[in-house]
């Protein structure tokens, strides 16, 4: 018996993400998803079975499942709460967004809660300065954020509520959100595929550029005239 056979459920799906590539080498980051989705992190085991499945050594598993941050070396609650804490995030209210919760949840850094609903974790920038202090939940974004609105978030996902991400789609569990990045149809209510239509600050440099303002009829400048 070898140590993945848990996970030969996954076999049928492991196949379907090999067959997406020519060499089937290219298929570990998502084969490392597909994983989580079972395990809710990444094992020894899950190591062993993405390279025994695509013909490389543990080590070669290994180094990329530790480089990216979005694969998790240890259990991981129903809800990854990640708080960017990246420099324009930071000073407009990301650490203290982050320390509130620390002290709410009783957790530290990568921590997960008693309960096991969720996991907090200081994350990098996302590329959504615009909407700074932003939170994700299973990299679901939730901008403008504020300590109390936080709070408020983290206690609906701990009592079971249903949860919207700002930009739309309902927030699923982590190892459903893995699936999906797997490459796999995601079923959510509000889901688009390839992503969400830009926001209205993101939209705002682009009116202002062209002699327009975010939220009135066309202007007049310089360049324009």
């Known amino acids: 018996m070898t140590a993945y056979e848990h996970l030969k459920k996954l076999d049928d799906d492991a196949a379907a993400?090999?067959?997406?590539?020519?060499?089937?080498?290219?298929?570990?980051?998502?084969?490392?998803?597909?994983?989580?989705s079972e395990e809710g992190f990444v094992s020894p085991a899950g190591i062993e079975y993405c390279a025994d499945k695509l013909g490389l050594s543990t080590a070669e598993v290994s180094a990329v499942s530790t480089f990216y941050t979005m694969y998790k070396r240890r259990p991981v609650g129903d809800y990854h709460v990640g708080v960017c804490t990246n420099?324009?995030?930071?000073?407009m209210g990301?650490?203290?967004?982050?320390?509130?919760?620390?002290?709410?949840?009783?957790?530290?850094?990568?921590?997960?809660t008693e309960d096991g609903k969720l996991t907090l974790?200081?994350?990098e920038c996302n590329a959504a300065c615009d909407y700074a202090p932003v939170m994700?939940?299973?990299?679901?974004?939730?901008?403008?954020?504020?300590?109390?609105?936080?709070?408020?978030?983290v206690d609906e996902l701990r009592a079971g509520k249903a949860v919207h991400s700002t930009r739309g789609p309902a927030l699923c569990t982590?190892?459903?959100?893995?699936?999906?990045?797997?490459?796999?149809?995601?079923?959510?209510e509000g889901a688009v595929a390839g992503g969400g239509a830009a926001g209205h600050a993101t939209l705002a440099g682009l009116l202002v550029s062209q002699g327009r303002?975010?939220?009135?009829?066309?202007?007049t400048t310089?360049?324009?005239e």
Not at 17 to 36: D, E, M, N, W
């Open 121 to 123: 974790e200081h994350i």
């Open 213 to 219: 303002t975010p939220t009135g009829p066309a202007v």
């Open 17 to 36: 993400v090999i067959a997406r590539y020519p060499q089937s080498g290219s298929a570990l980051l998502p084969l490392l998803h597909l994983v989580q």
């Open 136 to 153: 994700m939940v299973n990299w679901e974004f939730m901008d403008d954020m504020n300590p109390d609105k936080a709070v408020g978030l």
């Open 94 to 112: 990301g650490d203290a967004i982050f320390a509130t919760l620390k002290d709410h949840l009783s957790v530290g850094n990568d921590e997960t």
């Open 87 to 91: 420099t324009l995030c930071a000073v």
């Open 174 to 188: 982590f190892k459903q959100a893995e699936r999906i990045l797997a490459g796999f149809e995601d079923p959510r």
């Open 222 to 224: 310089e360049a324009s």
